[in-house]
């Protein structure tokens, strides 16, 4: 009972978060609040944006662009956000707006390149959605011209920032259940969450099950074994409703095992339309699953950890079993159970802030020169890239198209 009640109270927090007061917003201060501005009306980026910086007292969403005007003035309108660009040339507008400090990139796939790259030569910082890019040379464009420019750049791995998914970490490595043997990450969505006219499922914009739900499993992986694959075992895609997904090359969902050093095996099942299964019913399957020499550690719901998640830890080191399931709200709780050190600076956040929110916390730590309780780094975006690259040649569809864009000469 306790447990629905924290549920209906996170619930509630999430969506209507108390509001922090832009306490430090005097223009004359130097720690004025960062202003976002957002490119495109994107699905996304109230979950991701809008509401994390209601809580957030540095940070005010200040712009958006959309190619429409109506919607644009219509988001702008339900969401508070004050500047408004539009029409074909409204993205850079808002790009070439100098009180921006910061952009938010939740284009389709494929445009990821180019408006992060203009958002770069512009001079503003960029948060881009996942997967960054359409392949690893793209991304190593875009990290290269963050570095030249002194401006951050973060792919947004929303759930590496939740502090579930770190004590998972701290587990596997405190050497608890000793060596990792295997780990299976699934990331399903069932039938109808997605529609078929869907940018995931349109192979010009970048789209595809890997793409979308294959890089948080990937990515996953690589964090949980602190390691890249050595090889992709097998990789097979399946098609959306009846085509043929050797001519479309768009994956309605993906299952692939890869071979990681130490002789660990990884699998991962990646689905944008799972086939509905009712008895019990099953909308979504999201957990990782890692098997040791000792034990197992099992996290359900690894992407959206702050509805509902549960760690269980099955330690078959002694002589007996003994199981135990956690909650991970917030960093408090780590600091309980395992000591973990957390930046002085940074908060230890809320069991109500979303892996958003969590995220929002370290950029905005990152951009104010303060440590960041953890990060996505640039090799670790690229290296992400890289793999889905190689699962998709594995899987006999190819890298999805690279972006039509080229840097100007300088
Ligand atoms: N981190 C996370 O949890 C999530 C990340 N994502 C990522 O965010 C990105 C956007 O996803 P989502 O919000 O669902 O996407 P939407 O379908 O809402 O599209 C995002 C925006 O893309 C713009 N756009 C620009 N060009 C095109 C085009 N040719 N066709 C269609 N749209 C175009 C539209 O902008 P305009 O308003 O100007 O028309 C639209 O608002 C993806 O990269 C996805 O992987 C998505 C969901 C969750
Ligand atoms: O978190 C997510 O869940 C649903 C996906 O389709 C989306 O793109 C992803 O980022």
């Known amino acids: 009972m306790s447990d629905l009640i924290s549920l209906v109270k996170r619930i509630y ?9 832009k306490s430090i917003a005097e223009e004359s201060s130097n720690l004025r609040p960062i202003r976002f501005g957002i490119l495109g009306a994107a699905n996304i980026a109230p979950s991701a944006l809008i509401i994390p910086a209601k809580s957030h007292p540095e940070v005010i969403v200040y712009a958006v662009a959309a190619r429409d005007q109506e919607k644009a003035e219509q988001f702008a309108r339900k969401h508070g956000i004050s500047k408004v660009y539009s029409g074909s040339d409204g993205y850079q507008q808002l790009l070439d707006d100098p009180d921006i400090d910061a952009v938010y990139n939740p284009l389709p796939n494929k445009l990821h390149f180019e408006w992060t790259m203009k958002a770069l030569l512009a001079g503003k910082h960029v948060l881009c959605e996942k997967p960054i890019a359409d392949t690893a ?19 947004s791995f929303h759930y590496r920032f939740h502090p579930a998914i770190q004590r998972v970490k701290t587990i596997l490595d405190s050497g608890e259940l000793g060596k990792i043997k295997s780990i299976d990450a699934k990331l399903c969505l069932c039938a109808g969450l997605v529609k078929d006219s869907d940018i995931r499922f349109d192979l010009n914009l970048g ?25 992709v075992i097998s990789a097979t895609p399946h098609p959306l409703k009846s085509a043929n997904v050797l001519e479309t090359k768009i994956d309605r969902a993906m299952n692939a095992t890869l071979e990681l050093p130490n002789n660990v095996i990884a699998t991962l099942e990646v689905d944008l339309a799972m086939p509905w299964e009712f008895f019990p019913p099953k909308p979504v399957k999201i957990w990782i ?25 099955t330690n078959k080191a002694g002589e007996t079993v003994t199981t135990r399931t956690e909650k991970v709200y917030k960093f408090a709780d780590a600091h309980i159970d395992n000591g973990a050190e957390h930046p002085k600076n940074s908060s230890l956040g ?15 730590d990152r951009l104010r020169n303060r440590t960041p309780q953890t990060w996505v780094t640039r090799e670790d975006s690229v290296d992400n890239m890289e793999w889905i690259e190689k699962i998709y040649e594995k899987a006999g569809i190819g890298s999805r198209p690279k972006a039509d864009y080229e840097l100007p000469a300088e």
């Open 289 to 313: 699953e890692v098997k040791c020499e000792g034990g197992q550690v099992e996290l359900m719901n690894f992407v959206g950890p702050t509805f509902w998640h549960t760690l269980k830890v």
């Open 207 to 231: 789209g595809g099950a890997a793409m979308d739900l294959g890089c948080y499993t990937l990515n996953s992986i690589r964090y949980l074994t602190s390691s890249n694959p050595t090889s």
């Open 137 to 155: 040379d793209e991304a190593r464009q875009m990290f290269n011209l963050a570095e030249k420019k002194g401006l951050v750049l973060l792919e």
């Open 350 to 364: 809320e069991d109500w802030w979303l892996t958003y929110r969590y995220q929002l916390e370290a950029l905005v």
């Open 13 to 21: 927090q999430i969506f209507s978060p108390p509001t922090q007061p």
